[in-house]
């Protein structure tokens, strides 16, 4: 019986310890800008945006923070969840008219980025990159090419300006891939438009 006791007590404590090992913020925010949450450099970002016009942007701070003009009311909705290391971003009912938002991330983030249509430009970030939309146009910094040890491309129609890798294409289904001496992995795609790495 004492032995169960001791059981019971020991498993009661190791689940308050894994409670406490992690740390989870939901914010759901209609019509609110900015939207942010604390997040520690060196996670991993994911957004699943709606066709817009974005800036990514990588900044000296601890947060995630979505910005963007409040006159668009209650059409926009913002879904942040941070869970450790990890931060999840959903932007659901972008207007069609012009909406443009920032969002900021810490300089040593990895993305995970998926935009149906628009207008993106990726800067100021350090870290792996998984960028990619169905029709627009992507801008990416990528910063020293040295650091990163695969690099994959491609557009299914459109351009391909790779100037940081000194690449150029355009047409149907162009593409590159190299490998080099970093620890970053990058990989991006267009489905029609454009993709720029500089």
């Not at 459109?158 to 992995?185: C, H, I, N």
Request: glycine letters at 10%; a negative charge; hydrophobic letters at 40%.
């Amino acid at each position: 019986m004492r032995v169960a006791v001791f059981a019971l007590f020991g498993l009661s404590a190791g689940i308050l310890l894994a409670q406490d090992a992690t740390v989870h913020r939901t914010s759901v925010d209609i019509g609110k800008s900015p939207v942010e949450a604390k997040f520690a450099s060196g996670g991993q970002v994911r957004m699943e945006l709606c066709s817009s016009a974005v800036n990514v942007v990588g900044e000296n701070s601890e947060r995630v923070r979505v910005a963007y003009d409040a006159h668009y009311g209650d059409e926009v909705k913002v879904r942040l969840d941070v869970v450790d290391n990890h931060a999840d971003l959903r932007v659901t009912g972008c207007p069609h008219n012009n909406f443009q938002m920032t969002i900021e991330v810490p300089k040593s983030s990895d993305l995970y980025v998926r935009m149906f249509a628009g207008q993106m430009e990726v800067r100021g970030i350090s870290g792996d990159k998984d960028v990619s939309m169905s029709a627009g146009q992507l801008t990416l910094n990528v910063g020293k090419p040295e650091d990163y040890g695969h690099v994959s491309t491609s557009v299914t129609s459109g351009d391909l300006q790779a100037s940081a890798f000194d690449v150029e294409k355009g047409g149907l289904f162009r593409s590159f891939d190299k490998s080099g001496p970093g620890k970053y992995r990058l990989h991006a795609h267009v489905g029609a438009g454009q993709l720029e790495l500089r």
